[in-house]
């Protein structure tokens, strides 16, 4: 059974920290690609960052320089470090898992983060 678990949301002030972390099990870990992705009230759920199998991150624009994204493949775990918070931040947080070869994607059951002003 596929299991990605969320943890780390939370209700945090602008400009805070959080940090998010993912537990992954019943897959290969090494053949996914792990990812955040975020939906805010109202709005499409949108990538925030990616990593690679082979470490490479990949962060959306509008977190750029703030989030970090990391995976480690002995705890089958991926986290996202999240500083510099703003209230537009605020959304649930899903963890994602992507088979690098059949596209086959798992999703965590979200992580709710708010930030206020």
């Known amino acids: 059974q596929v299991q990605l678990v969320e943890s780390g949301g939370g209700l945090v002030q602008s400009g805070g920290s959080l940090r998010l972390s993912c537990a992954v099990s019943?897959?290969?870990?090494?053949?996914?690609?792990m990812g955040w992705f975020r939906q805010a009230p109202g709005k499409q759920r949108e990538p925030v960052a990616t990593?690679?199998?082979?470490?490479?991150?990949s962060t959306a624009d509008s977190v750029k320089g703030r989030f970090t994204i990391s995976r480690n493949t002995d705890e089958k775990t991926v986290s996202l470090q999240m500083t510099s918070l703003k209230p537009d931040d605020t959304a649930v947080y899903y963890c994602?898992?992507?088979?690098?070869?059949?596209?086959?994607?798992?999703w965590g059951q979200g992580t709710q983060v708010t930030v206020s002003s």
């Open positions: 990593i690679s199998v082979t470490g490479e991150p």
């Open positions: 994602s898992a992507e088979h690098i070869y059949t596209d086959s994607r798992f």
């Open positions: 019943g897959i290969r870990f090494s053949s996914f690609t």
